[in-house]
Nanobody, 125 residues
Framework: VQLQASGGGLVQAGGSLRLSCVVS????????MAWFRQAPGKERGFVAA???????YYADSVKGRFTISRDNAKNTVYLQMNNLESEDTAVYYC????????????????????WGQGTQVTVSS
């Protein structure tokens, strides 16, 4: 299974970006897909996830600003990021796994088996 993330870049505070992650697997629709991020000097943290039945989960810090979605026909998961803040600056990673559908497991990085290479998002203030 390979994951290829793209869409990062430099944006001003208040701006928007859309990240994409293409997954090379025949059973994409069966996976929960998630986005995590890691800022310099900080641990990797949960951002958002979408289950195989399209239930969505968000970290409190991004609720109302970020939207996760998936297109099973294209084996792709998206992260639409609006009203970006300088605190959103990080490397963003997409991940695929089959965690149980509760909050504790959905946000746990160790529940995800496959990871993309990361894409840098930089928000200037």
């Amino acid at each position: 299974v390979q994951l290829q993330a793209s869409g990062g870049g430099l944006v001003q505070a208040g701006g928007s970006l859309r990240l994409s992650c293409v997954v090379s697997v025949r059973t994409f629709s069966r996976y929960t897909m998630a986005w995590f991020r890691q800022a310099p000097g900080k641990e990797r943290g949960f951002v958002a996830a979408i289950s195989w039945i399209d239930t969505t989960y968000y970290a409190d810090s991004v609720k109302g600003r970020f939207t996760i979605s998936r297109d099973n026909a294209k084996n792709t998961v998206y992260l639409q990021m609006n009203n970006l803040e300088s605190e959103d600056t990080a490397v963003y990673y997409c991940a695929a796994g089959q965690p149980l559908g509760n909050w504790n497991t959905i946000q746990a990085a160790y529940e995800y088996d496959y990871w993309g290479q990361g894409t840098q998002v930089t928000v200037s203030s």
